[in-house]
């Protein structure tokens, strides 16, 4: 049984870590300093954390003002709200100009659970891929996503975007499991077909291989992290010498991380291919488990999008 | 920031000329935002030439003093002030708005050194205001901040967000000035939304509220002293203004908020300029 643990436990363990490491980095809150695990950065540095209450558009611009003046700001709050809410924020003051503002887009995904559909961010993938100049990273899990936070805060020139998830997942990396912003890793050698993840569903993907494994295919798993700048080579490789691909996410099939995908697909090698992840839904209310089942998300998913590509495949 | 006040015909002279640019600039452009940008000549002479700290070869000095174009349509003024005062030079004002400009139709700060920010998307320029004087405050650096809004522009919630969190942050070292010329696309403000009590609106989020006449230099720069020497809170300028000012035909119209003049309409005006006494 694999450990488990939130991933936004690993956005708080990279911010701590930076604040450690640079004297510049400031972290803003807008009410949920706790929930996003900002709060820990703030006990420590509690003259270099700025509580700018539930006003996420203000709190957009003020990074952007901090960083304008030498600072390193890293905002946090809920997905639905830092990339919906304050997108013109983030658009036209933040990514237009090319800022230095890093943003934690936290309770990703349907498995936010019980608070339901206005707080399950299905979009922001979306939302922020589409913006020059930002660079989005959808971690795997809780030691991908510190890892992530500190690319973001020290490696990433310009505007950044991390997603996580508020349920505790398994950690299906290691410490020593090297992560480069827009560098796809392998995690799984194959040759019938590529689950090509972010994410949760990284993990699902693995889960979805040993099945598979076991009726005798052999499906290599992709942890495609890094949305943009998309790693286009190890997608082209993949459709190359697999010729079926699978993408996953916990987010709306359209427009996201499989629409990222899908046009380095069709662009450079076109090869049949399914989408795992939300189907043009709003959520609702349940439990983290039976709400990535009714939704769509699980590694059962993955097996179905596999059999059905590898169909195609044989067409 | 000067303590000697420079000669207020030279300076009168400086916004009639100003003025004249502005409008050849946006006859050139044929198109852009002639009325907001002439209500504000007043406001941005008496920063550029006495308030502010700053260096038209060092654009980037460490401790200069900002300025923060949130109204941003009217960068027409702003690139006026900017060439006038050694940024540039006057001869590119005629590349407005053309493609390949260093003069987008809105700032853009990639484009253009002087400009302490991009902006356009109303209501977002005293937040990134906010942003920077908490930097200076962190950083005990005494350079301040000033942050010109349209009134309408005041319409956006997030100007209210970042009123509070001035207030919340005691930001002393933020100067707020509003350009209230009364009008907006749609009409006068108290028709389109209600603005008034308007002073009373900004010192209840707990800024300190300075009104004054808009169109006089001695005016505008006794508030920008004024300003600094209050501690504790952050202090607004609110600036009654004349928009389009300058331009019989133009003042208080509000259709001249984004038309710009075609050549006759240029010549007239520049004719009304250079006939009144400085």
Known sequence: MPEMKPSRDGYGEGLVWLGEHNPNVVVLGADLTSSTRADWFQEKFPERFYSIGIAEQNMLCVAAGLSLSGKIPFVCTYGVFVAGRAWDQVRTTICYANLNVKIGGAHGGISVGPDGATHQALEDIALMRVLPNMTVVVPCDSIETRKATIAIGQQVEGPGYVRFGREPIPIVTEESTPFTVGKAATFRPGNDVSVIACGYLVGEAMNAAEQLEQEGISTRVINLHTVKPIDREAIVKAAQETGAIVAAEEHQVMAGFCGAVAEVVVNECPVPMRFVGIQDRFGESGEPEELLCEFNCTANDIVAGVKQVLEMKGK | MAAQRPDIKELKRLCRDIRKDILISLECAKSGHPGGSLSAVEILVALYWYKMACDPGEPCMLDRDRFVLSKGHICPALYAVLAHRGYFPREQLNSLRKMGSCLQGHPHMLKLAGLETSSGSLGQGLSISVGMALAAKADKAAWRVYCLMGDGETDEGQIWEAAMAAHHYKLDNLCGIVDRNRLQI?????????????????????????????????????????????????????????????????????????????????????????????
């Open chain 2, 186 to 278: 749609d009409g006068d403000t108290e028709d389109v939304m209600t603005l008034e009590p308007y002073a009373d609106k900004w010192r209840a989020f707990g800024w300190e509220v300075l009104e004054v006449d808009g169109h006089d230099l001695d005016a505008l720069m006794d508030a920008y002293d004024k300003a600094e020497a209050i501690k504790g809170k952050p202090t607004v300028v609110l600036a009654n203004t004349v928009k389009g000012k300058g331009v019989s035909f133009m003042e208080n119209v509000a259709g001249w908020h984004g038309k710009s003049p075609g050549k006759e309409e240029l010549e007239k005006a520049l004719a009304e300029l250079d006939a009144q006494p400085v």
